[in-house]
């Protein structure tokens, strides 16, 4: 299944229902796992991290995603800075 076309080093996300079905992982700029894409909303994306004691919820503006490779959605953002779209 073809889910993006390639436009760059990733391909561009046209439909993000597919990803959202298949709950794809998120990861950072520096290559750390953030969690699991699990809905849009608005302009942004909603990613879940199922920790052991708690559940780290990220809205993270679609401007911000860098592309998808087929497996992963891949992001502009360093870990470090992830604390920010925290909600």
């Known amino acids: 299944v073809i889910l993006a076309q390639r436009s760059s ?3 561009n996300i046209d439909d993000w229902s597919l990803i959202i079905d298949s709950r794809r992982e998120a990861t950072t700029s520096d290559q ?3 969690g699991r894409v699990v809905a ?3 302009d942004a994306i909603i990613v879940l991290n199922f920790g052991r004691y708690q559940t780290n ?3 993270v503006p679609k401007s ?3 592309g998808f490779d087929g497996i992963r959605v891949h992001l502009k ?3 470090t800075n992830l604390f920010l779209f925290c909600y």
């Open 9 to 11: 080093v990733f391909g």
């Open 32 to 34: 750390a796992s953030c």
């Open 40 to 42: 849009e909303f608005k």
């Open 57 to 59: 919820k990220f809205l």
């Open 64 to 66: 911000k995603v860098d």
């Open 77 to 79: 953002i360093p870990e």
